[in-house]
């Protein structure tokens, strides 16, 4: 999809993640996704001037991969250190803490391409071996 985001985007966006990963049969990944997902469309509001973005929902077998790609060559910065007070700088640590993997590489052309990946976990008996 291409879009151009504002801030009150991250909503309908995250609808049609949760879709998605209903109809896939992935409703385990849902509010990890939604999470990461909502932190790099912010990202995109911040950051990027045009506000334009292209978004890719992936399913994978085993979960989903998402990318969103902007025009911006300026590379997200996951910052080592941040102060208590601080109202930013924590959103790509949460997309660390909800995803599997995560990363940048540049998009074809200029910019850039910001992806996560949610894997599906096996699920467990009682006494933890995979069903």
């Known amino acids: 999809m291409s879009l151009m985001v504002g801030e009150h985007s991250?909503?309908?966006?995250?609808?049609?993640?949760?879709?998605?990963l209903?109809?896939?049969g992935m409703a385990a990944l849902t509010d990890a996704t939604e999470l990461a997902l909502t932190e790099l469309v912010a990202?995109?509001?911040?950051?990027?001037?045009d506000r334009r973005c292209?978004?890719?929902?992936?399913?994978r077998p085993d979960g989903v991969r998402v990318e969103v790609t902007d025009g911006s060559t300026e590379l997200p910065e996951q910052r080592p250190r941040f102060p208590l007070d601080s109202e930013s700088?924590?959103?790509?640590?949460?997309?660390?803490?909800v995803t599997d993997k995560w990363g940048v590489c540049p998009a074809p052309g200029e910019g850039k391409t910001v992806w996560f990946q949610c894997?599906?976990?096996?699920e467990a008996d009682d006494e933890g071996a995979p069903v």
Do not use: D, Y
């Open 43 to 49: 990202n995109v509001v911040r950051h990027v001037p």
């Open 22 to 24: 209903m109809e896939w």
């Open 89 to 97: 700088g924590r959103g790509l640590h949460l997309v660390g803490a």
């Open 10 to 20: 991250a909503g309908p966006i995250r609808r049609i993640a949760r879709s998605l």
């Open 54 to 59: 292209t978004l890719l929902i992936l399913r």
């Open 119 to 122: 894997e599906v976990r096996p």
